[in-house]
């Protein structure tokens, strides 16, 4: 228990950052996958996009649910339920998505919380996986249907259940930062982790190339 979370900063100052994240859940190993082959590309030297991104990557941020396989984090608790927003509450306790014994009590929320104060972020995308979809919170509509049209994915503003503590929750009303929640298809002997970052590379890259997500958007 207790792993050590990994984080890696673009060396330019900024007042504000585009944060990545992958493995909120420890069990859905397809967006971990994405997010570290889009990661390798940007950090290749030659492309230099880390000079024109302020970029904060956080590649798993459930690790002990990364090692272990599950979902939830070590204590059982769902982090994308866990975070301080003003909708957190402890009515689904149910194992899936259990909240936690108060909003933030986990160390993974508790960290990524304190970055977010330290180097704030101007935008978050989170990297999932569940049944194909592109969510997003906040204004990144554009964004969310440029990627779209890469890999076919469907947009969506509400995934049509609540979601108290989450991520896109808190960033959208306790930091007025809009979330991107990439949700990739889940590996089945039909496809592979290759097939799907397959499936997004183009888009993700030529999302990066754009001005789509250039802080001034934001
Ligand atoms: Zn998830």
Redesign the pocket.
Known sequence: MGDKIELWKALKKSPRYLYLIGG??GD?VE?VYVLNQLFKWLSNEDQGLEMNLPMVVIPILNTDGYRMGTRCNATGVDL?RNLPAKNWSESHQDAKYHPGKKAGSESETSYLVKRFKKWPPYLVMSF???KPMINYDGNLQVVAEYLSTYNQYPVCDDVGYETPGSLGSYCAESLNVPVLTLEYPRISKDLSLAEIWNQNEEGLKELFMSNLLAPHNF
Do not use: A, D, L, T
Request: hydrophobic share 25%; aromatic share 24%; no cysteine.
């Open positions: 909120f859940h859905e967006g994308n999932h996986s569940w």
